[in-house]
C-alpha cells in the first residue's frame, strides 16, 4: 500500500482552498487523499472527486489510522523529506490553510499532538496543494527535493501583460514535466485558478474604486 495524505482543514472553505483541494484529488487520485476536520459535502464543490473525509479532527482519530506512521509536513521539522522515507511513512499529514506570509505557524495546532515523526520541504513557504505534489514527486517518482524545479513568488499574468498579480509562495515549475524550457518559469497552478485571480482581481479593484 501506496503513502496516503492527510489534510486537516483549517481554514475557511473559500474559492481559493476549493481549487487547491480539487488539484489535491487530481494528483494523488481520492482513494489516496484524507480531509479531517471537513464538515461539508465534498460533492457539494466537486461532482468529479469523492475523497475520504472526517469532521473530526485528526487529534481525536487515532482509532481510524496508524499513528507511529503518520508523518506531519513542518516547516520546523528538523529533517527535510527524501525518497527513502516512503518505506517508513504510511502517511503525510499537511495543514490545508491559506499561509500567511512570513509564516504565523499555523502548523503548531497540529504540532502540539506530537507526531511521531516529522519531515520539511525547506525553509520557502508553499501552498497546500503545492506541498502535496513536492511529496508527490518525491516518494512516487524518487526524485529528492533539491532536484525538483522550483518557480518562486511568480508574477500571474491576468487580463493582460500589464496586469499581474505576485504570488508569494515556491510553486513546482511546469518544466518538471514537459522539459521545456520556455516551461521553466511557470508555475504549476490548480485548473481555473488563473480564471480565480482575475476575478480577485476585478474585486480588488472595484473595491479601490469605490473608495474614492
Not at 82 to 111: A, H, M, Q, Y
Not at 157 to 166: F, H, I, R, V
Request: aromatic letters at 12%.
Amino acid at each position: 500500500m501506496g503513502v496516503k495524505f492527510i489534510v486537516e482543514h483549517m481554514d475557511d472553505l473559500e474559492e481559493w482552498c476549493i481549487l487547491e483541494y480539487m488539484h489535491i484529488c487530481e494528483i494523488v487520485k481520492d482513494e489516496n487523499i484524507i480531509f479531517t476536520k471537513f464538515k461539508d459535502n465534498f460533492k457539494d464543490i466537486s461532482k468529479s472527486h469523492e475523497p475520504k473525509c472526517y469532521e473530526k479532527s485528526i487529534g481525536d482519530l487515532k482509532n481510524e489510522f496508524e499513528w507511529n506512521k503518520i508523518c506531519l509536513l513542518d516547516m520546523k521539522a528538523k529533517d527535510v523529506l527524501t525518497c527513502k522515507d516512503k518505506n517508513e511513512i504510511g502517511f503525510l499529514l499537511f495543514g490545508g490553510i491559506l499561509g500567511n506570509v512570513p509564516s504565523n505557524d499555523r502548523t503548531s495546532e497540529l504540532r502540539k499532538f506530537e507526531f511521531p515523526i516529522s519531515r520539511n520541504l525547506g525553509s520557502v513557504q508553499m501552498t497546500t496543494n503545492t506541498a502535496v505534489l513536492v511529496c508527490h514527486i518525491i516518494l512516487n517518482d524518487q526524485v529528492e527535493l533539491e532536484n525538483i524545479p522550483f518557480v518562486d513568488n511568480p508574477d500571474i499574468t491576468l487580463k493582460n501583460d500589464k496586469e499581474s498579480m505576485m504570488l508569494p509562495f515556491r510553486f513546482v515549475s511546469k518544466y518538471y514535466y514537459t522539459k521545456c524550457e520556455n516551461d521553466k518559469n511557470v508555475p504549476i497552478l490548480p485548473k481555473n485558478f488563473k480564471e480565480y485571480l482575475i476575478k480577485l482581481g476585478d474585486q480588488q479593484y472595484n473595491d479601490l474604486d469605490s473608495f474614492f
